[in-house]
């Protein structure tokens, strides 16, 4: 039997006042799940603790799971990696590239080349998100383009930064990803996902529309001010009667349980206990770099309230596969080169390692994105996963 006391010990460890209020964690490997568990509180403000099922807002963990919903549709060719993408979603054929400003307001011109699905898939189509790039933050405020969050359509009426296929720059693809499935399938992205990964999978906990069963389950989250202090704030729920689509890139709400069958298809080639949402041959192509050359950036923060500049694994030439994060080289903690991992804004992480057979799933519920004090947490976490996986 496995001794998962290391992980557990990890989690504890790492909450406290001012440090993180609560955990939810799990870990599988290639015999199946090892790990499912939780420690300190859903808020700073109340006693209730956290639990391994506790429901939290997944953010751009919900982009893999897009992704993958995107390459059914390859499969069946409704959908190809390098067709230009405006044929799919004509608001695609219709985007400037934003240069600059002058006097009369933004300066835009036609992009180079097509947009792809593959170009999407990488994040180097050429779109960004306005917390970390300093030209769509103001164009976004000149214009009153709405938040993604709101589900309002308006929210992806935002320019290039540069040509397609220039340079990683981690912006709206996804959204855009999830806008090609729901015109490819016919179905909205909440009822695709459902039918064909989420209920699949028996992931039961993760949807974009709140349940009223998860009001004692779900995570708060806090806001980490200038000293260190940790403040639950509001997070309201998208008005569903006003909603105009799901966003690809994030707005799921998951559990760490949940999240974790997800990775562990993936990892077993694209099935799990009779449940195929990929082939093999698809699972094995989404994890190899699809970017050529170009490597990804750190982001640097223009809305420090939402998150800090990011440098995942510093040091570390680092690839982008069809959603994916690929770190070109081993980590301190354990991981494999060639592993498999992204990250949501209220600092909830995954990790997928194809070489070693382990996949991780690490929530909390703190902005701004990127603290810390969590990155410190994880890589604890990690270290004793593979302390643990190392033993077995």
């Known amino acids: 039997m496995t ?35 939780a420690a300190g509180r859903k808020s700073a403000d109340q006693p209730a603790p956290m639990t391994a099922d506790s429901v939290f807002r997944i953010a751009s963990m919900t982009k893999a799971i897009t992704g993958a919903a995107a390459m059914q549709l390859v499969e069946q060719g409704k959908l190809a990696l390098d067709q230009p993408a405006k044929e799919i979603l004509p608001l695609l054929g219709r985007v400037q590239v934003l240069t ?4 009369s307001g933004p300066v835009m011109r036609p992009p180079r080349t097509d947009i792809t699905l593959r170009h999407l898939l990488t994040h180097s189509a050429g779109f960004a998100y306005d917390i970390w790039n300093e030209n769509i933050a103001r164009y976004a405020r000149e214009k009153e383009v709405p938040a993604m969050r709101t589900g309002k359509l308006a929210a992806l009426n935002v320019p290039l930064v540069r040509d397609p296929g220039e340079r990683w720059e981690y912006g709206v693809n996804i959204e855009m990803v999830g806008r090609m499935v729901e015109a490819a399938s016919g179905l909205d992205l909440e009822t695709y996902l459902q039918q064909h990964i989420l209920q699949p999978l028996g992931m039961r906990d993760t949807s974009y529309v709140a349940r009223p069963a998860w009001e004692t389950r779900l995570a708060a989250v806090h806001a980490r001010k200038a000293e260190g202090r940790l403040e639950p704030i509001a997070s309201p729920p998208v008005d569903e ?50 970017m050529g050359p170009l490597d990804v950036q750190p982001l640097p923060t223009f809305n420090p309230l939402l998150s800090n500049t990011v440098d995942l694994m510093p040091g570390i030439v680092k690839k982008w596969g ?30 997928l390692d194809p070489s070693a057979k382990v996949a991780g799933v690490f929530m909390t519920q703190i902005l701004p994105f990127a603290d810390a004090t969590v990155l410190e947490a994880l890589d604890a976490f990690e270290r004793a996963v593979y302390e643990v996986v190392g033993r077995r």
């Open 100 to 103: 600059g400003f002058d006097a």
């Open 241 to 290: 009667a006003t909603r105009e689509f799901f966003p690809g890139g994030g707005g799921l709400y998951s559990t760490a349980p949940d999240y974790l069958r997800f990775l562990r298809a993936l990892m077993n080639g694209g099935e799990l206990d009779g449940a195929r949402i990929l082939t093999a041959e698809t699972v094995a192509l989404m994890g190899q770099n699809h």
């Open 3 to 37: 001794d998962i006391g290391p992980i557990q010990r990890a989690l504890e460890a790492a909450v406290g006042p001012n440090k993180i209020p609560g955990i939810a964690a799990a870990v599988a490997t290639r015999d199946g799940v090892i790990f499912e568990g």
């Open 322 to 351: 069809l959603t994916f994060l690929i770190n070109t080289d081993a980590t301190a903690t354990g991981r494999s080169a060639g592993s498999l991992s992204w990250a949501g804004l209220n600092n909830t992480y995954y990790w």
